[in-house]
C-alpha cells in the first residue's frame, strides 16, 4: 500500500501561485505513476495533471495546460504541483493519487491510493 498526504493549499489571490506538495510512505513511490485530480463542490472530481514513475511523461488538462507544472522527486517520495496565474475557477479540494498501471491513465478509476486532499480557494 501507499500512503498519501497532501500539503500546501490556501487562501490566494487571483494571479498568485501556490505549491502543493505530494507526499508518500508505504511501497516503493517510485513504483507509481501519479496523478493530480481536483473536485469543487457540486462538481464531479476531475483530472488536473499526470506523471509517469521515472518523470519522463507529463498530462494536463486543457485547463491547467502553461499554468500548472507536475514534478515528482523519487529520492524524497514526495509529488509537487506548481500553480501559477490562479484563477477562481482553480478553487477547489486538490487530491493526489497513485496508480500502479503502466501507462499515465487521466481517469479517477485506474488510481488505486488516494490522500485526503488539501484546499485550495482562489479569491479577491
Known amino acids: 500500500q501507499v500512503q498519501l498526504v497532501e500539503s500546501g493549499g490556501g487562501l490566494v489571490q487571483p494571479g498568485g501561485s501556490l505549491r502543493l506538495s505530494c507526499a508518500a510512505s508505504g511501497r516503493t513511490f517510485s513504483s507509481y505513476n501519479i496523478g493530480w485530480f481536483r473536485q469543487a463542490p457540486g462538481k464531479e472530481r476531475e483530472f488536473v495533471a499526470a506523471i509517469s514513475r521515472s518523470g519522463a511523461t507529463t498530462l494536463y488538462a486543457d485547463s491547467v495546460k502553461g499554468r500548472f507544472t507536475i514534478s515528482r522527486d523519487n529520492a524524497k517520495n514526495t509529488m509537487y504541483l506548481q500553480m501559477n496565474s490562479l484563477k477562481p475557477e482553480d478553487t477547489a479540494v486538490y487530491y493526489c493519487?497513485?496508480?500502479?498501471?503502466?501507462?499515465?491513465?487521466?481517469?479517477?478509476?485506474?488510481?488505486?491510493?488516494w490522500g485526503q486532499g488539501t484546499q485550495v480557494t482562489v479569491s479577491s
Open positions: 493519487a497513485a496508480s500502479g498501471f503502466t501507462v499515465v491513465f487521466t481517469t479517477t478509476s485506474r488510481y488505486d491510493y
